[in-house]
């Protein structure tokens, strides 16, 4: 059963724009996320986090939204660039710990 | 040397061949995993070490054999494996203490795994 969902595997923008992200769980007990970057034959590398303590965490153009509510959160890129250009997981983890459980990831492309 | 990295980048094998993947990390960090991601799925932990004792194992099966004989270095041997074992393997290690977690861990770049 899959705890974290992110549909609309692909996702392209125009150089500038704003690109939104979705993800979404379905583990209550869940109360830390994170989201990860990956480019081609790369590992994915750590970008952005937040405790479900917090709705908004914000990190230059990075920022994450929780709605715990909803079991939805969302990272937003602003402005988006070229190099934005990789795929990105949602990933979530109960206390903090190192578990985690990823989404299946979306490909971002930024149009120059 | 920096982070992670996982050797050989790229491995073919028969389905009756032994091989190991290799994982190193230079980070000082305590805990190290196994992830498999394949295709259109989302990344699955398949084991994690801590403190060089095997914590998780989540359900995976046996051909697939895990070893970690320091702190730095994790291996995932792999014997009469599958084609549907075929995926990108990927290495993950993070601190771990009383104190608390982050739940960031730091990847390799992968095994890219190909079974015939």
């Known amino acids: 059963d899959q705890q974290v969902k992110q549909n609309s595997p692909s996702l392209s923008v125009q150089e500038g724009r704003i690109s939104i992200l979705n993800c979404d769980y379905t583990n209550s007990m869940f109360d830390y996320f994170l989201w990860y970057k990956k480019y081609p034959a790369e590992g994915p590398t750590f970008l952005i986090s937040i405790s479900s303590i917090k709705d908004k965490n914000e990190d230059g153009r990075f920022t994450v939204f929780l709605n715990k509510s909803a079991k939805h959160l969302s990272l937003h890129i602003v402005p988006s660039q070229p190099g934005d250009s990789a795929v990105y997981f949602c990933?979530?983890?109960?206390?903090?710990?190192?578990?985690?459980?990823f989404g299946k990831g979306n490909q971002v492309v930024v149009i120059p | 040397e920096t982070g992670v990295t996982q050797t050989p980048r790229h491995l073919v094998m028969g389905m009756t061949n032994k091989k190991s993947l290799k994982c190193e990390q230079h980070l000082g960090h305590n805990a190290m995993y196994w992830y498999k991601q394949s295709a259109k799925k989302p990344l699955e932990l398949m084991f994690v070490y801590s403190l060089e004792e095997r914590v998780e194992n989540n359900s995976v099966p046996s051909r697939f054999s895990p070893e970690c004989p320091n702190s730095s270095h994790l291996f995932l041997h792999l014997h009469t494996l599958q084609p549907e074992d075929s995926a990108l393997y990927l290495c993950?290690?993070?601190?771990?203490?009383?104190?608390?977690?982050?739940?960031?861990?730091?990847f390799g770049e992968g095994s890219r795994l190909t079974v015939l």
């Open positions: 990933a979530a983890s109960v206390g903090g710990n190192n578990r985690l459980a």
């Open positions: 993950a290690s993070s601190q771990d203490s009383l104190a608390g977690h982050t739940g960031e861990l730091f």
